[in-house]
C-alpha cells in the first residue's frame, strides 16, 4: 500500500499554497497599446511598490482586446480602453455581461509622429500636413480601424479634412483603403517601425510621442480628435480584490501624477453604466473628485 510522507506532503502543501497566494496577488491588466510606456515603465512599477500586488499587463488595440475577452480567448481582472464606446461592445447580456460600469480618466489628442532622419522631415515641418503626408514615396503607418480606436480615428480625421479643405479625395490620395496593408501595422508596432526609419511618419496620440521623444505635428482643432481613456473591472475577475486596488491607484493622485508626466489630459473621472455594480472604494473616489 502507498505511504504518505508527511514531512514531504506538507512540504508539497506549503509549496502549492504559496504558489496559489502570489497566482492571486497579481493583477492582470489588459490595456490600450498606446499606453505600453506609461503601463509598464511607471504605473505597473508604482503599483507594486505600493500596493504589495503584481502588476501584470498585455497590450493591444482595445477592440481587439474587447473582442478577445467576448470570445473568451483572453482572461483579465481590468480593461482600460482608449475609446469608451469600446466598452459598449461587452455591456449587456448579449455581450456577456463582462462590463458592468466603466470611468473615463484621461484623454490624449491624435497627432502626426515623424521620423526626424526621414528624408521628408523638413516637407513635414513646413508644408501643410495633408501635402507632406501626399509626397510620393512617403511611408506612413496606422493602425486598423478595426482593431484599434486610434485607427478609427484616424480614418474620421480624414472625412473631417475632406469638408475643410474641400478635397474629396484626400483620404484616398493618401490612406488608400481603410485597411491598405502597406500602412496597417499592430499598434504596438508603430513606434518601432518609425523609430527604425522603417516609417516616415504615423498617425499616435500625443502621450506616445511625447515618451517616446518622436517630432510630431499637431493637427487643426477643427479637425482634431482624441483618445478618450476608459477603466472598468471585468466580471469575473480572477483578483477582484487586486483589481478594485489597482482602479483606486490609478484614479488616485499617485496614478494622476504618473498619467500626467506621460503627457495624458487628466479629466474629472466619469462614471457609465451600472453605478450600485462599482465597488464602494472606486465610487467614493468618483465622488470626491467631482
Known sequence: MFEINPAKLATVLLIATSVSARAADTVNVLYAGSLVNVMERSVGPVFDQKSGDRFQGYAG?????????????????????????????????????????????????????????????????????????AEPGLK???????????????????????????QPDLSQKILGEPENPAQVLPEEALIGRLQSGQLDAGFFYSTETSDAKIPSISLPEQIALRARYTITILRDAPNPS???????????????????????AIVKPNLSGDATAVPAAIKSLIDGAQ
Open 61 to 133: 488595440g482595445s477592440n481587439k482586446l474587447a473582442n478577445e475577452i467576448k470570445g473568451m480567448l483572453r482572461r483579465g481582472d481590468v480593461f482600460v480602453s482608449a475609446n469608451p464606446k469600446v466598452n459598449d461592445q461587452l455591456m449587456g447580456q448579449t455581450n456577456g455581461n463582462w462590463v458592468q460600469w466603466y470611468v473615463t480618466f484621461a484623454e490624449s489628442p491624435l497627432t502626426i509622429g515623424y521620423n526626424p532622419a526621414s528624408r521628408f522631415a523638413n516637407d513635414l515641418k513646413n508644408k501643410p500636413w495633408y501635402e507632406a503626408l
Open 140 to 166: 506612413l503607418g496606422r493602425t486598423d480601424p478595426k482593431l484599434d480606436p486610434k485607427g478609427a480615428l484616424t480614418i474620421e480625421l480624414f472625412k473631417r479634412a475632406e469638408a475643410l479643405y474641400h
Open 242 to 264: 487586486g483589481a478594485e486596488k489597482f482602479v483606486n491607484f490609478l484614479l488616485g493622485a499617485d496614478g494622476r501624477d504618473l498619467l500626467t508626466q506621460h503627457g495624458l
